[in-house]
């Protein structure tokens, strides 16, 4: 029976999974991925299931983080995801990494989120969202690629509501500066 969901992420410097069935988690790890640490996650998957008691061949459903990331880390995710599911017959779903860490915000509807994730080279990944009915976050256009600092302009004392992200702390200074407590 394939009644296991695995959830995969690989876009920033840390590797993390999470095993789930019926909605509850049985388990997460989650480890800094050094020169070739992502090389653990197959094992480490593979050990997480022999500890809980089934195999691989249980997991029916595969969601991984797509992107926006690093280049190298998306790639290994992405390809164990898919080799596992095909090894499986799992079905698979892409994640949308900046709208996943958006929905984390604790946003009413009307709403908006920015997320701002680490890229190389001094520059961010960002997206804009807005809350639904809900709470969960709709994307307000593309994701887009900036130097930080400056922020895009539009930016205003309490718009967005909330900001997030890995690149926030690296970036304080100049997100206090465009973005003051309203």
């Known amino acids: 029976m394939q009644d296991i969901t695995?959830?995969?992420?690989?876009?920033?410097?840390?590797?993390q999974f999470a095993l789930f069935r019926e909605g509850s988690m049985l388990c997460a790890e989650d480890w800094l991925a050094?020169?070739?640490?992502t090389e653990l996650l197959a094992p480490a998957l593979?050990?997480?299931?022999?500890?809980?008691?089934?195999?691989?061949a249980s997991i029916g459903r595969i969601a991984c983080v797509a992107g926006p990331g690093n280049f190298t880390g998306l790639r290994i995710g992405l390809t164990t995801a898919s080799a596992l599911a095909r090894?499986?017959?799992?079905?698979?779903?892409?994640?949308?990494?900046?709208?996943?860490?958006?929905?984390?915000a604790p946003a009413r509807e009307g709403e908006e989120v920015l997320v701002l994730t680490n890229a190389r080279q001094g520059l961010?990944?960002?997206?804009?969202?807005?809350?639904?009915?809900g709470g969960c976050p709709v994307p307000m256009g593309r994701t887009f690629l900036l130097p930080l600092p400056p922020l895009p302009e539009g930016f205003t004392p309490g718009n967005p509501a909330f900001v997030l992200g890995s690149a926030v702390n690296s970036n304080l200074a100049c997100l206090k500066a465009a973005l003051p407590a309203s």
């Open 6 to 15: 695995l959830v995969l992420n690989t876009a920033e410097k840390r590797v």
């Open 34 to 37: 050094q020169r070739g640490g």
């Open 46 to 56: 593979a050990e997480a299931c022999a500890r809980l008691g089934f195999t691989p």
């Open 87 to 104: 090894a499986v017959k799992a079905k698979q779903a892409g994640i949308h990494y900046l709208q996943c860490l958006a929905a984390n």
């Open 124 to 133: 961010a990944y960002g997206a804009r969202f807005r809350a639904d009915a």
